[in-house]
């Protein structure tokens, strides 16, 4: 028969295992510069969290394929424009807010005008309805299929980045293009970390009450 606290451990082993083979969100933080001032300034800055494993299916042009999204509690933006910061978070009365979309783009077009496939990201801000402030971060890079497992590698040197900024705050109703200087993946403990500190504070706890015993 086990002790209590070897009890302990394997129940919560059992209970953390599928967890730790769950998707997760990722979380980036970036900067980059607009090409015209906004608030008095080129420079922005913020974060992101997308899903890792995208799965709503979405509607595309006949000449791209491959389409899935995600909004939600997985997807959210956060950006400062020319010191003001915009948060967007999507709730139960405004479920888009914030959305990511992965496509293959041009896969269905053919002839030498036919652009090149690639692979593309795009996670959507966007607030209000009478002055409405947008933010779209664009990820691309060239390829044939559809790679979710790129969706942790967005600051490679292999995509290509773009923003734009629709009607942001302090600025007349109009769109500002901009380019990231910089993204890097916010690290997140390995769930076989989490699940080993779980672990033994469990069994730390079942320890003391089977000593008070």
């Known amino acids: 028969m086990l002790a209590r606290p070897s009890l302990a ?4 082993m059992a209970l953390l295992a599928p ?14 510069t607009f090409n015209q001032p906004v608030n008095g300034s080129n420079q922005f800055s913020g974060s992101f969290t997308i899903d890792s494993n995208p799965t ?3 509607a595309l042009p006949s000449w791209d394929s491959g389409g899935v999204g995600e ?9 400062n424009m020319g010191g003001q910061t915009v948060n967007f978070v999507n709730t139960s009365q405004n479920p888009e807010n914030a959305t990511f979309q992965a496509a293959v783009i041009g896969s269905g077009m053919t002839g030498a005008s036919a652009p090149p496939v690639s692979v593309d990201f ?4 966007y607030l209000g309805t009478n002055n409405p ?10 390829g044939t299929d559809l790679q979710l497992a790129d969706i942790g590698n967005l600051n490679s040197p292999s995509f290509t980045a773009s923003v734009v900024a629709t009607n942001p705050p302090g600025a007349p109703s109009q769109s500002v293009n901009g380019s990231l200087t910089s993204i890097e993946q916010v690290p997140a403990p ?15 706890m079942a320890h003391r009450r089977f000593r008070r015993s």
């Open 71 to 79: 909004n939600g509690s997985d997807v959210s933006l956060t950006v």
């Open 190 to 204: 390995e769930p076989s970390t989490l699940a080993v500190f779980a672990v033994m504070a469990i069994a730390a």
């Open 9 to 12: 451990i394997v129940v919560s």
């Open 122 to 125: 795009t996670l959507q801000g």
């Open 19 to 32: 967890r730790a083979i769950e998707a997760s969100p990722i979380t980036y933080d970036f900067a980059g």
């Open 133 to 142: 402030i947008g933010l779209s971060l664009n990820f691309s890079h060239p």
């Open 56 to 58: 709503v299916p979405i």
